[in-house]
Nanobody, 115 residues
Framework: QVQVVESGGGLVQPGGSLRLSCVAS????????MSWYRQAPGKERELVAS????????NYADSVKGRFTISRDNAKNTVYLQMNSLKLEDTAVYYC????????WGQGTQVTVSS
């Protein structure tokens, strides 16, 4: 059974940093495009960042460009999201998505930015 598990969320002050991790038990992890999405209360889920299967191409939402960095380690079946200079509006549940010929989602990890 495929599992996609996020971790690393928590409570952080504005201006702080967090690093999210997502481990996927996928046989061909290196074939999947991996993405981070987030959903704030009362809002739709939105794409935060994505990374190609080989890790040579990335894409970011305008709201996080220059602050967040997505990366992956195919040997560890893991994708990361380094979040710096966090803002109040970054508060959301962050989800990991694996996409190839099928799509898999994790259960999410809560990130709360508050003073």
């Amino acid at each position: 059974q495929v599992q996609v598990v996020e971790s690393g969320g928590g409570l952080v002050q504005p201006g702080g940093s967090l690093r999210l991790s997502c481990v996927a038990s996928l046989f061909s992890f290196g074939s999947y495009t991996m993405s981070w999405y987030r959903q704030a209360p009362g809002k739709e889920r939105e794409l935060v960042a994505s990374i190609s299967n080989a890790g040579d191409s990335t894409n970011y939402a305008d709201s996080v460009k220059g602050r967040f960095t997505i990366s992956r380690d195919n040997a560890k079946n893991t994708v990361y999201l380094q979040m710096n200079s966090l803002k109040l509006e970054d508060t959301a549940v962050y989800y990991c998505k694996a996409a190839w010929f099928r799509i898999y989602w994790g259960q999410g990890t809560q990130v709360t930015v508050s003073s």
